[in-house]
């Protein structure tokens, strides 16, 4: 029994001995499995990546872009410090340190960068307007040169916006500025010359009542007038353009197309109910948080919300906080921009917005998009401004100039007070460097942070395409070309003009009026012209809106 007990009793161990070999066994091969998965993945990507010539940059290698394969042109693009005897022949790469400038040095005027950046086809310039539906056209009048302009067009561009009329005079007219502009596609410009505004002179709207009350006034009355009389014009060419919408925007106003599936402005009308005539974009104003900003669309982040956004008991019992000393809410102007649809009897009301000769447009208003508007971001901006008008820097006078309160303040600082007394009243009412007022409004929601329009432009400068566009038109525009072009306008800038914005009405009778006639409709039914306005005060807490 003894014998027998001992037997049984050591047939387990003998199994369990003889299951370790068969354990180890498993769990290397197991091992062997899980290290040599990953190994493979690596191969197989690199593999991948090295056939169709992906960018990687390690310590020591660097490997094409696809993107770069497909391009006809090799060349190099400014802006980017690599040797380009490390890469393959295929490769498009900028450098900074690049001997080859555009003429006159103009491509150096929007900026590069040192980093690498996503690679594009030369001459990108997004003509893609015929697939674009809805179509959308943006009107402005400007002086602005490239360095404002030009990243002002592309950033719209981006969001679905396939026209532009650019209505230019003073540095914007310039020949080396104006035929950039022309090389993009989609822009047209219009120059304010003697036919121009001897044509506007015998426009409807000159010889309508609804505009009159801004005649005959300088300054900021009569870029008020010049701006509705191109907007005039510029709804012809958007219909003739087969345009669904038309927008009048300055070029220091950007669209913020929130609340869209996609930051896209094209989205967001393309939702718009059929039966609305016009959408109102309520503006957010810049808050510069220094006083050394250079490049506003790429530097400023931060902005202060519209009336129309924020509940009214936050508004209000944060509105003096938010003013800042400041005479209103916002330095300048508080009733946004519009977008019209583009139909007959359209007709500008203001700067602002839009009507129409046969009915009472049915608008609706933005709950979350906004037009974002970067006043005053750059010192320069108060001497600019002063410079541009003539008028007595006195209360009174400033007045009959300006119909805001801070722009008549900013006018009359600028005017009066020396460079260091300018730069400290400009960090007192303009710059934001308290940042405890910050983080209180910030959580207020009066203030807030909008990052898109500056990634957005970032990626489009280090990208090459703004200084690719000023290239290849100054390439276009020869020697001789530049000479006719100024001999031309300067001939126009001698020849006296009979007409401006405040001497339009000169020439006699006009059409306009036998078309008023026939189009039966009275003076007094028009809707008065609608001016920049302040947002709403501490005295109209009380008002039923």
């Given at each position: 029994m003894a014998g027998l007990h001992g037997s049984s009793s050591s047939r387990p161990l003998i199994s369990t001995s003889s299951s370790h070999p068969h354990q180890q066994l498993f769990t290397s091969r197991l091992l062997f499995l899980l290290t040599l998965l990953p190994l493979t993945l690596a191969a197989f990507a690199f593999v991948l990546q090295w056939r169709g010539g992906g960018v990687g940059v390690g310590d020591g290698f660097l490997i094409a872009d696809p993107v770069a394969r497909w391009s006809h042109y090799h060349h190099h693009l400014p802006g980017m410090d690599i040797d380009s005897s490390l890469l393959p022949a295929t490769t498009t790469v900028r450098s900074s340190s690049s001997s080859s400038t555009s003429p006159g040095g103009c491509a150096d005027i929007l900026g590069r960068s040192n980093s690498l950046s996503f690679s594009y086809f030369k001459d990108w310039k997004f003509d893609y307007g015929a697939d674009l539906k809805p179509k959308i056209c943006i009107t402005a009048s400007t002086s602005a040169g490239l360095e404002q302009t030009i990243p002002w067009i592309f950033y719209h561009k981006v969001i679905g916006v396939s026209n532009f009329f650019l209505f230019v005079e003073g540095k914007a007219a310039s020949p080396a500025v104006s035929k950039v502009f022309e090389s993009i596609p989609g822009v047209k410009v219009i120059y304010r010359t003697r036919e121009l505004e001897e044509q506007q002179a015998k426009s409807r709207i000159w010889n309508e009542t609804w505009l009159s009350s801004f005649f005959y006034k300088p300054c900021n009355y009569e870029l008020f007038v010049k701006q509705s009389l191109n907007m005039e014009m510029a709804i012809v060419m958007a219909r003739d353009a087969g345009m669904n919408w038309i927008i009048h925007l300055d070029t220091d106003e950007l669209i913020h197309p929130a609340g869209a599936r996609e930051y896209s402005l094209r989205q967001l009308l393309s939702d718009v109910p059929s039966n609305v005539d016009m959408v109102v974009f309520p503006n957010y104003e810049s808050c510069i948080e220094r006083d050394d900003i250079k490049e506003p669309f790429s530097e400023v982040s931060m902005f202060k919300k519209n009336y129309d956004h924020l509940?009214?008991?936050?508004?209000?019992?944060?509105?003096?906080?938010?003013?800042?000393?400041?005479?209103n809410y916002f330095l300048t102007y508080g009733n946004g921009k519009a977008a019209a649809r583009v139909q007959d009897h359209l007709r500008p009301n203001g700067a602002h917005r839009w009507h129409n000769y046969m009915k009472n447009p049915i608008e609706i208003k933005m709950d979350d998009a906004a037009v974002l508007h970067y006043t005053y971001t750059k010192f320069s901006d108060l001497t600019s401004r002063r410079d541009r008008c003539g008028c007595k820097p006195t209360k009174e006078d400033v007045r009959r100039c300006f119909m805001l309160e801070f722009d008549r303040a900013a006018f009359i600082i600028a005017s009066t007070a020396t460079e260091d007394e300018m730069l400290s009243w400009y960090r007192e009412h303009v710059v934001w460097a308290d940042k405890t007022l910050k983080k209180k409004l910030m959580m207020?929601?009066?203030?807030?942070?909008?990052?898109?329009?500056?990634?957005?432009?970032?990626?489009?400068?280090?990208?090459?395409?703004?200084?690719?566009?000023?290239?290849?038109?100054?390439t276009m525009l020869s020697k001789d070309?530049?000479?006719?072009?100024?001999?031309?306008?300067?001939?126009?800038?001698?020849?006296?003009?009979?007409?401006?914005?405040?001497?339009?009405?000169?020439?006699?009778?006009?059409?306009?009026?036998?078309?008023?006639?026939?189009?039966?409709?009275?003076d007094a039914n028009y809707t008065l012209a609608i001016p920049p306005e302040s947002p709403p005060g501490p005295d109209d807490l009380n008002i039923d809106t």
């Open positions: 509940p009214k008991d936050v508004y209000f019992g944060n509105y003096r906080e938010a003013a800042r000393n400041n005479p207020k929601g009066i203030l807030t942070r909008i990052y898109a329009p500056m990634i957005i432009n970032q990626g489009l400068r280090e990208s090459g395409i703004y200084a690719s566009v000023i290239a290849s038109a100054n070309k530049i000479l006719s072009s100024v001999e031309s306008r300067n001939n126009t800038r001698e020849s006296k003009s009979v007409n401006s914005s405040r001497k339009i009405g000169g020439f006699g009778q006009s059409q306009a009026t036998a078309r008023r006639v026939l189009e039966f409709i009275d």
